[in-house]
């Protein structure tokens, strides 16, 4: 497999999959990632041929492509902060040759060398989330319910900016909970975030569909690296994020 792009284009592509931020812990809330690997799908069977970023465990699936002419379907698996350290001391044009027994990186003058994984640690889970989204997830400005695999329709809805997005749930980390509440309610988009007296929220008129409630933890709009963002969930159900070429799921939180 062979990847030719720009530096920067490559960096914003890995932090997207690597969803850096304060996740909910059993003693609150710590700054960490979604993962340690990264896998990369280069397929050419369908209407949407490239390359898949993907990365996630059980709860979460984070998918960043990008357009290109396949000429051989396959997949290998990178430790993302290895590849991440060296794409930072490059700049402009960059070419990754992936093998079965290493990635090699270079520009202009420089090299470096990483081994490759033989699996996901959460291969399975990928591989389903994957498929399910592939060629369904995709952004549109107009809302409409969205179909999530064969079985799965989201019909609550919301489309904002993701700075927006980011800017108050960056907000709501000041409450220290780690549990978002989305809810929308009369054509109204709201972001809260709540524990022991303390709340914090902010409310969107932006376009909606629908209306419905969930909670999820996790720094979700982390990844969603683009101008605007979609935002599809039912009550208490799983969460989607799609922005441009950029698709994140989230299971719910649940209260046992």
């Not at 896998?39 to 357009?67: E, M, S």
């Not at 963002?229 to 994020?241: A, R």
Request: glycine share 6%; aromatic share 10%.
């Amino acid at each position: 497999m062979q990847l030719v792009y720009d530096s920067k284009i490559l960096r914003n592509v890995l932090s997207s999959v690597e969803l850096k931020g304060k996740y909910l812990t059993s003693t609150g809330l710590k700054a960490d990632s979604l993962g340690e690997y990264v896998k990369i799908i280069a397929t050419n069977d369908g209407w949407r041929n490239g390359y898949y970023f993907l990365n996630g465990n059980a709860q979460t699936f984070v998918c960043h492509y990008l357009p290109a002419i396949i000429e051989e379907s396959e997949s290998f698996v990178i430790e993302t902060a290895k590849l991440h350290k060296y794409l930072k001391n490059m700049s402009g044009e960059v070419t990754i040759n992936i093998s079965e027994t290493n990635c090699k990186v270079s520009c202009d003058n420089k090299r470096a060398t990483i081994p490759t994984a033989i699996l996901h640690p959460h291969e399975m889970a990928l591989d389903k989330f994957f498929h399910a989204s592939k060629e369904k997830a995709i952004y549109t400005e107009e809302l409409q319910p969205l179909e999530w695999g064969n079985k799965t329709v989201l019909n609550g809805g919301v489309g904002l900016k993701s700075s927006h997005l980011s800017k108050a749930m960056s907000a709501c980390e000041a409450v220290g909970h780690g549990i978002y509440k989305f809810n929308i309610m009369d054509r109204e988009f709201t972001i809260t975030s709540r524990k022991d007296g303390e709340q914090y929220s902010e409310a969107f008129e932006v376009p909606t569909i629908g209306e419905a409630t969930v909670e999820f933890t996790g720094p979700m709009h982390k990844g969603c690296l683009s101008e605007n963002v979609n935002i599809y969930f039912n009550d208490d159900s799983m969460i989607v994020f799609i922005a441009d070429n950029i698709t994140i799921a989230r299971a719910p939180r649940v209260v046992v």
